[in-house]
T-cell receptor
Framework: EAEVAQSPRYKITEKSQAVAFWCDPI?????LYWYRQILGQGPELLVQ????????DSQLPKDRFSAERLKGVDSTLKIQPAELGDSAMYLC????????????FGPGTRLTVL | AQSVTQPDIHITVSEGASLELRCNYS??????LFWYVQSPGQGLQLLLK??????LVQGIKGFEAEFKRSQSSFNLRKPSVHWSDAAEYFC????????????FGSGTRLSIRP
């Protein structure tokens, strides 16, 4: 069964360092999402891609976060510099279309900033 | 603005007992509604979704949910829970013109008593 892949699964870093997360969506899925899930809360959308284009990054803290999906397949989310408040689970999801198609989630990357 | 409220942070039920998880939404138009489940260390899995039509929706793993417009609710139910149902459950509403942006509630953690 096709799955969304994410790496690493866990990342510990010190504040002010740079971190990067990678996501490989299900093959053929044009839409890719990055979510941040703070402990005890639901996921919050950071950025949405349709192919290689950003559709929505209104909640992405652009002073320190960046995301790219250069070839419209896999994607990288970067934080530079990391802050203590960035400690969270970062989830990637993909869907066939940007409409009401089901979003399939990866296992997430748990980030701890010390 | 769209929002989702899950009033119960944590629920414990006995194995074999019935379950109802509450969800209230705020949305100006006909909502697209979802329930997701998240097991420890894993990503989110879609249990069921409501877009239109029959207000009682059947999902996977024996779950169902009922859309009640008059109460702005979309409660999740299961007649008999199993120990494997212990997880975090998220209600969500699809926002935007194509409902591609999903707004999640804060989740309800379900524990099963042997």
């Amino acid at each position: 069964e096709a799955e969304v892949a994410q790496s690493p699964r866990y990342k510990i870093t010190e504040k002010s360092q740079a971190v990067a997360f990678w996501c490989d969506p299900i093959s053929g899925h044009a839409t890719l999402y990055w979510y941040r899930q703070i402990l005890g809360q639901g996921p919050e959308l950071l950025v949405q891609f349709q192919d290689e284009s950003v559709v929505d990054d209104s909640q992405l803290p652009k002073d320190r976060f960046s995301a790219e999906r250069l070839k419209g397949v896999d994607s990288t989310l970067k934080i530079q510099p990391a802050e203590l408040g960035d400690s969270a689970m970062y989830l990637c999801a993909s869907s066939e279309t940007s409409g009401t198609g089901e979003q399939f989630f990866g296992p997430g990357t748990r980030l701890t900033v010390l | 603005a769209q929002s989702v409220t899950q009033p119960d942070i944590h629920i414990t039920v006995s194995e074999g007992a019935s379950l109802e998880l509450r969800c209230n939404y705020s949305y100006g138009a006909t909502p697209y509604l979802f329930w997701y489940v998240q097991s420890p260390g894993q990503g989110l899995q879609l249990l069921l979704k409501y877009f239109s039509g029959d207000t009682l929706v059947q999902g996977i793993k024996g779950f169902e949910a009922e859309f009640k417009r008059s109460q702005s609710s979309f409660n999740l139910r299961k007649p008999s829970v199993h120990w494997s149902d212990a997880a975090e459950y998220f209600c969500a509403v699809g926002a935007g013109s194509s409902a591609s942006k999903i707004i999640f509630g804060s989740g309800t953690r379900l524990s099963i008593r042997p």
